[in-house]
């Protein structure tokens, strides 16, 4: 059995708009995460945004992507900030 072309695009569509639903569910579940860390510093008397963490994780992002890493990481983090 042979399948088209149109037929395999619209599968690989499919599974596309189901990772990116498993990517937007795990951001919002790590924004959640973030404002725990940030109530829970401020809590008790630091900063909400730790800039050596962001730097480790900027580079986290960059070793596993590369260059185009970097900018996906910067849109995480401000995602994450400021929520409270």
Do not use: F, N, W
């Amino acid at each position: 059995m042979t399948t088209t072309p149109e037929a395999t695009i619209a599968e690989a569509r499919e599974r596309i708009d189901a990772l990116d639903d498993r990517i937007i569910g795990l951001i919002q579940e790590r924004m959640a995460v973030s404002a725990v860390v940030q109530q829970t510093r401020i809590a008790s008397g630091g900063r909400r945004v730790h800039l050596s963490r962001e730097m480790e994780i900027l580079d986290r992002y960059r070793e596993a992507l590369g260059k185009p890493g970097t900018p996906l990481a910067m849109t995480l983090l401000e995602l994450c900030r400021g929520r409270s």
